[in-house]
């Protein structure tokens, strides 16, 4: 282990600053996700109490698109925790592989979320929209744009990932990095929350449509 000039090991010494520094990133996410849990959780009720009071114009059949997304962005939750694993091997270049395949899956959820919506709007509802289905339209945009994000965040790691897969120098400074896994590891919890959420409102949407 390499020692400052008293001596101590450095990563002993480190370690103390980089919990500290880490906390408020940790906090941040964790009251900005209960905050979006509980927008979702309340719009959700309002879409369930008013489903189930309301005798709707229009039946709505169920899109399929809906359940490719759910198993897309399942997957992509998957293929990141395999990445997370890599990342924490030093393994550029699995790390690579794996991060292109979660971003490839997100991009597939975000085509049939697109697809499934269009699919509900066809079926008569620019001509009568019911304030049941506004809800839906609310909560899968907002969820929509959680995604969106990560997508975006995702692609950033990929052309990350990329550069130090071609250089060792820079694997070598990057995996080093401590602030650099931080931000990995909250992306992953990012992400699994997201995947996660979609799974509840699926299950919402499946059981009150």
């Known amino acids: ?10 990563g002993k010494v480190l370690l103390p600053i980089y919990k500290e520094r880490a906390a408020p990133y940790r906090a941040f996410l964790f009251y900005a996700l209960l905050g979006s849990g509980l927008l979702f959780l309340s719009l959700s009720l309002m879409f369930i109490i008013w489903n189930s009071q309301q005798i709707p114009s229009i ?13 897309a962005l399942l997957f992509s939750s998957y293929t ?19 991060l292109t395949a979660s971003l490839l899956l997100a991009v597939v959820f975000v085509g049939f979320q697109t697809h499934a919506i269009l699919s509900i709007l066809q079926q008569g509802i620019f001509v009568n929209i019911e304030l049941s289905l506004v809800f839906l339209y609310i909560i899968t945009a907002f969820h929509f744009l959680h995604i969106m994000v990560g997508a975006i965040y995702l692609f950033y790691l990929n052309l990350k990932t990329f550069d130090i897969w071609r250089d060792p120098v820079k694997s070598l400074i990057y995996f080093s990095n401590k602030f650099e896994g931080l931000r990995f590891e909250l992306f992953c919890s990012y992400w699994y929350y997201s995947t996660g959420l979609w799974l509840f409102l699926f299950l919402v949407f499946f059981y009150t449509l």
Request: no cysteine; aromatic share 10%.
């Open 1 to 10: 282990m390499p020692k400052d000039t008293a001596g101590r090991d450095t």
């Open 59 to 71: 039946s709505i059949q169920f899109p399929k698109s809906f359940v490719i997304s759910t198993l």
């Open 80 to 98: 990141l925790s395999i990445s997370r694993n890599y990342h924490l091997q030093d393994q550029a270049s699995k790390m690579l592989f794996t």
